[in-house]
Each structure stands twice: as structure tokens, then as C-alpha cells.
């Protein structure tokens, strides 16, 4: 398993990252210290804990899903986000609670990103489509354990599907070496108005959470903000 994106946290206390979330979420100018505050802890959790990593699918017999060439890949920022979310709980800090979530949350969406660049300059290959756990036919939820096995603590999930760490994500990725069929990721600036994990204009991440928590959402959104099917133990 690689670490996670070390060009992604390398960014993750600059002012422009910041401000990016800032404004994605509607804080306020006057929340940058108590926001960056939240990063601050966040951060060397993540530079320990965080990994990502792909492996070939072995889902080629699932009905429903079509030919193509599909590779597992799997997200994590780590138990420590967890454990940092839940102490904010405890003492009632809601307001920085909220804020891990937004940053986490950005952090795996760039996530998607980086992982299309990984991909297109180590392997050869393009990213045609993100397929979600319980997103779509053909990719049911009921698959999601065999994706995690062999990961062991690191991530896993219980029998009601519900992984952990929460700030993780799951997902089958189709391939392709077209670069004109590249999906850029969900869903800002995609052009994929068939993809059936898209949220259209990327409207959904320019809410706030709290509102956004309130909101039905695909597979890929629910597993980044803490939301999807199943109670968690």
C-alpha cells in the first residue's frame, strides 16, 4: 500500500487550499485560523495513517457489468481523522467537527484527481468511469467486502457495509487508453453527462455540509462525507 498523495498533503496547510475550502463551504475570512487549526491537527495523522492503493478487479462475474477493463482502488485518510473527529465530539467542538469533514472531504475529491494523473503517467491508462459499491447494476453493494479483503486493520467493513475509517472511499475503476474518453474525475469540469455517478454541475460539493449531510447522495459523495446505506457499528 502507497501512501497516500504526498502532493496532495504537502498542500493541504497553503493559504490556497484553505481558501478553496473557505469558500466551497461558505466560511467565513475570520474562520481561516480555526480552520486551519483543524488542518494543522489533521495533517501529521494523515501523513502516518493516509494510503491509497489499486490492484487488478476480480469482479469480472458480477451480472450486469459490461466488458471492460476495471482496476479496485481503495482510499483511506486513516483511523487517526476518525479518532481526531470523534474527540471534537466529545468535548462539543462542533464547528471544528464539521470543518474536518469539509477538509477530509476535499482531500479524498482531490483524490480522484490525482489518482487519473498516477494512472495516466506510471500505467498508460485513463480513467473511463468511477463505479461505486451500491452505486449502480452491476456493481452492487455486496461486493464491498471482497474490495477490502487482504487490507486487514487498515480498512474493512462490518456486515452492514459500513467502512472503516469513515473517511475512506471504494471503487472500481474502468480503464481505457483513449485520453479522449478520460473521465476527470466526479464531477467538477467533467464532461461525461452519462456517467451514472455524476452530480450535475458539481453542484453538491458547493454546499455546506450541513446542509449537504441532509441530501441524498451517490456512492462516491456518501463514502467522502460519512453517508451511505446500513447502520455503523
Known sequence: MAAFFTDLLDVFLTPA?????????????????????VAEEMLPLMRRE????????????WPGRKEGVYEEVVMSLGHGVDDLQESYGRRGLLSESYMLETLAGELLMEGYAAYNRYLAEYAGWYVAGFHFPGGEEGFPLEMLPEMLEGYGPRITCNAAFCISPKKSVVFAAELTRDVKSCCEGICAGCN??????????????????PELAEQPL????????????GKCF
Not at 50 to 61: L, P
Not at 192 to 209: I, L, M, Q, Y
Not at 218 to 229: A, L
Request: glycine residues 10%.
Open 192 to 209: 461525461n453527462k452519462h456517467c451514472p455517478g455524476r452530480t450535475e454541475d458539481g453542484s453538491a460539493v458547493r454546499r455546506r455540509f
Open 17 to 37: 487550499f484553505l481558501e478553496k475550502v473557505r469558500v466551497k463551504f461558505h466560511y467565513g475570512e475570520e474562520q481561516i485560523p480555526q480552520l486551519r487549526s
Open 218 to 229: 451517490n456512492y462516491g459523495y456518501g463514502r467522502i462525507f460519512g453517508k451511505q446505506e
Open 50 to 61: 493516509a494510503f491509497w492503493e489499486r490492484k487488478e478487479s476480480r469482479m469480472e462475474d
